[in-house]
């Protein structure tokens, strides 16, 4: 549990913060912010330091930190008239939202965030299947036609 801590610590740098996405360098770096954090909120909530009120805040500044890119992300496909996108982009929004609550309660209870951080997974993956292409081992890339 400390060695996670001490993880935790030394990745609280991880997501930058993109408040505009103006090309599709950019909509890849922001979707690369929210993965990271993304990716320490999703462990912090399956171990045993998810009881910490500092860990469970950390989650909270991390969803904001990924409201803020998926936002920007949002913006750049609507100007572009991506509207199926834009759809993909608001479902995962509102089980952030979801998340959101759950983080903020007194009390912790580890298996609503479980939940929450499923339904968040489950909309990432729905709009990667349908709008992204490649694999682990070549690398993603949005499909043809969405950013440029
Ligand atoms: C518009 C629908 C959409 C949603 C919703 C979405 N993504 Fe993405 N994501 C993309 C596209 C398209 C790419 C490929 C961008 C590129 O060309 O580099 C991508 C790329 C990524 C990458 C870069 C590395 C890779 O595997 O391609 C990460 C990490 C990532 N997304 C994480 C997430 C996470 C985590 C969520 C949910 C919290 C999420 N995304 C939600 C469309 C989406």
Known sequence: MVGGLAGLGAAAQAGKERVAVTDARGFADAMAGTGDDWGIISRAVEGPSYLLNSV?????????????NLSAARRFLSDRGQAEAVQGIDRTLAALGGLRVVLALAEPDQSAAGEGVD?????????????????EQTGFRARPGLLE
């Open 56 to 68: 469970r805040g950390d989650g909270l500044t991390r969803v904001e930190q990924m409201r803020t």
């Open 119 to 135: 339904a968040v997974s489950d909309a990432c993956a729905a709009c990667h299947a349908r709008f992204r292409e490649g694999s």
